[in-house]
């Protein structure tokens, strides 16, 4: 039917006739509004709805499916990524760009404290964990740099950022971002390397 583009009618007919409750959701194009609507039998071949306006939640959950993108988006082209830990429960949340930074499927729950050491090298790690312990326990924040070690088995670096979450003077989360900053090390890296080329160069050539 043209007026029924989410052919709600014929769902109704199938309530009424078949006495099984169903729940409905969709969108008014005349009215702009988004509808719950929750159909039941009364009685053998009848049916009966409740209609409930829920555009503004609709709209909500759309603002935040959006925010979300733009987010995912902006830290894929800055390759940045953030992850937060809930202290009391454990949960650990993190971002799709830095399961892209460690290789690691985002199918996966987050890795916990003590999974996470096997994607740095030891030192770094040695780093890390005395920072997130201090964090925890004395609310200071943290800027390393950081050699991690992806899934893949390939190395690279980080630039990790974390801090303390408080409330009611209490620490309750601990929160940061991860920076994969490889390319900026091995730019670095082959600068010093010209550098120390363009030196002894030089020398040579005095000699």
Partial sequence: MKDDPNNWLEKYC???????????EGYVKSLNKYFIVNVFSPKEGEFAATISDFTEVKKKEEAL???????NNVQRITLVGSWVVDIKTGKIDWTNELYRIFRLDRKLQPPN?????ARFTDESWEKLSAAIKKSQYEGA?????????RANGEKGWLLAIGEAVKENNEIVKLRGSAQDITILKENEKALIYAKKEAKESNL???H
Avoid: C, P
Wanted: charged letters at 30%; proline letters at 0%; aromatic letters at 6%.
């Fill in 204 to 206: 040579s050539l005095i």
């Fill in 141 to 149: 924040s943290y800027k390393l740099e950081l050699e991690m070690i």
């Fill in 14 to 24: 199938n309530t009424a006739l078949t006495g099984k409750n169903q729940k409905l």
């Fill in 65 to 71: 499916v959006k925010s979300e993108r733009e987010l």
């Fill in 113 to 117: 404290y003590d999974a996470l050491k």
